[in-house]
C-alpha cells in the first residue's frame, strides 16, 4: 500500500510519498509556506486520507487546514480557525496537537495557551473542552520554554468518556466523564527543576510526550523533562525505565504500532545540552516494555548536535512497521523496519528543509 508523510516546519508543510518498501520518496511542499507548522494528523478512518495541519501565521493567526486529495487543495476552518469566544480576552496562540478520537468523526486539538478542543465534524469546526479550561489549577500552570501547552491527546481506544491529557508545565491529567471533570495523574513524576524535597507535587511537571498501544490501552509510557517513565495502571501511577538509556531528557517517545512492548526514545543530554551523548543520531528501542535499551544508529549521522521535537518521531501502520525521525537541521529518516531484530538501517526521506516540528505517517488505500 502508498505510504504518505507529513512533515511540518517552522516555515511550512511538506508532503512525502512513497509505497511500501518506503526507499524512494516523492515530496511535495511547501504547503502553507512561510507559516508555523507544529501539528499534522493523517485521517485514514474513512479510507481515503484526510491531511489534517495546524499553522500559525503572524499575520492571520492559527487556523487548521484540511485536504482530502493529498494537498493538492486545502480548505480552512471557518470564521478563523480555532477562537475563544468573543470579549473572553483569551487568544490561541497556536495549535499544537490534532489527534483523532474514538469515534469517526471526532478529532480533538491542544493549543497554546493549555487548552483542548473536540471537533465533531472532521476537523472543520472546534469546541473549548471547558472543564478542563476552568479546572482549578489552570492558573498554576507555568510554560515550559516551547511555550504552555497541550502537546499530548489520547482518547481511550475503546471506552469514549477516557481521555488523558499532558501540558507543560502543569503534568498528566486524565478525564473518566467525556471531559467534563479531570484529576491530576503524576504520582512518581518527578519534577527536577523543583527544590529538593519538593519534586514529586502533584501536578507541575513538565511532560514533553506520552505513548500507548491501543492493545494494551492502562499502559502509558513518558518522556518527562528529565525522566522516562511507564505507568501500568492507566496513569494512576509512575516509575522509571530510564536504566540503559544515554541519558533521561528527550522529546518524543513512540510505541510500536504491533506490539505493545516496544517502544522508541531519542535521547537528549539535557535541557542544557539539546544534543545526543557523543553527538551520534540514534534512536533507543526497547522490546520488553522498558527493561532494556539497544540503540538504532545504522544510517544517521555520527555528528548531530541538534535535537528531535515531541510531535518528529512517528510510526506508519504497515505491517513491517516504519519508524520516522524528523529534526530541528531540516532532516528527515525512516527506518522501514525498526520492529526487526537488526533494526534495519535508516533512509533520507528529506533534507536541507526548515526546522521540523512535527512527523506524522500512514499507509492508505488508493483511489
Not at 38 to 51: F, H, K
Not at 203 to 226: M, S, T, W, Y
Not at 271 to 297: C, F
Request: with cysteine; hydrophobic share 35%.
Amino acid at each position: 500500500m502508498p505510504t504518505v508523510v507529513m512533515i511540518g516546519t517552522r516555515k511550512g508543510l511538506w508532503i512525502a510519498t512513497s509505497d511500501d518498501e518506503r526507499a524512494d520518496w516523492r515530496l511535495t511542499g511547501p504547503h502553507h509556506d512561510m507559516e508555523e507548522v507544529y501539528s499534522c494528523m493523517i485521517d485514514t478512518r474513512g479510507g481515503a486520507p484526510r491531511l489534517l495541519v495546524g499553522t500559525s501565521s503572524p499575520w492571520f493567526g492559527p487556523q487548521v487546514r484540511w485536504s482530502d486529495d493529498l494537498g493538492v487543495t486545502w480548505h480552512e476552518t471557518p470564521g478563523g480557525g480555532i477562537r475563544f469566544d468573543e470579549g473572553s480576552g483569551d487568544a490561541v496562540e497556536r495549535v499544537w496537537q490534532l489527534t483523532p478520537g474514538l469515534e469517526p468523526d471526532v478529532v480533538w486539538t491542544g493549543t497554546e495557551p493549555g487548552a483542548v478542543w473536540r471537533s465533531e465534524d472532521q476537523g472543520r469546526t472546534f469546541a473549548l473542552v471547558r472543564g478542563l479550561w476552568e479546572h482549578p489549577h489552570r492558573e498554576q500552570w507555568g510554560a515550559g520554554y516551547g511555550g504552555q501547552a497541550f502537546r499530548t491527546i489520547l482518547p481511550h481506544p475503546s471506552d469514549p468518556d477516557s481521555v488523558t491529557v499532558a501540558i507543560s508545565s502543569g503534568g498528566v491529567y486524565q478525564s473518566a466523564d467525556a471531559g467534563r471533570t479531570w484529576a491530576p495523574r503524576n504520582v512518581g513524576l518527578r519534577a527536577e527543576f523543583y527544590p529538593e524535597g519538593q519534586q514529586y507535587p502533584e501536578f507541575g511537571q513538565c511532560v514533553h510526550k506520552i505513548a500507548r498501544h491501543p492493545d494494551r490501552p492502562e499502559r502509558l509510557f513518558l518522556q518527562n523533562h528529565g525522566g522516562v517513565y511507564r505507568s501500568d495502571d492507566h496513569g494512576g501511577t509512575w516509575e522509571s525505565i530510564a536504566a540503559g538509556l544515554p541519558a533521561e531528557f528527550g522529546f518524543p517517545i513512540v510505541v510500536d504500532p504491533h506490539d505493545p512492548e516496544t517502544v522508541y526514545v531519542f535521547p537528549l543530554l539535557g535541557s542544557d545540552r539539546r544534543y545526543p551523548a557523543d553527538a551520534r543520531a540514534a534512536v533507543w528501542r526497547s522490546r520488553d516494555a522498558g527493561s532494556t535499551w539497544e540503540p538504532l544508529a545504522d544510517g544517521l549521522p555520527e555528528q548531530f548536535w541538534v535535537g528531535v521535537m515531541r510531535d518528529a518521531m512517528t510510526a506508519d501502520d504497515h505491517d513491517r512497521v516504519g519508524l520516522y525521525l524528523g529534526a530541528r537541521n531540516g532532516a528527515v529518516w525512516c527506518n522501514p523496519d525498526a520492529g526487526a531484530d537488526t533494526g534495519a538501517g535508516w533512509r533520507t526521506v528529506a533534507a536541507n528543509l526548515p526546522d521540523v516540528m512535527a512527523v506524522r505517517a500512514a499507509s492508505y488505500a488508493p483511489a
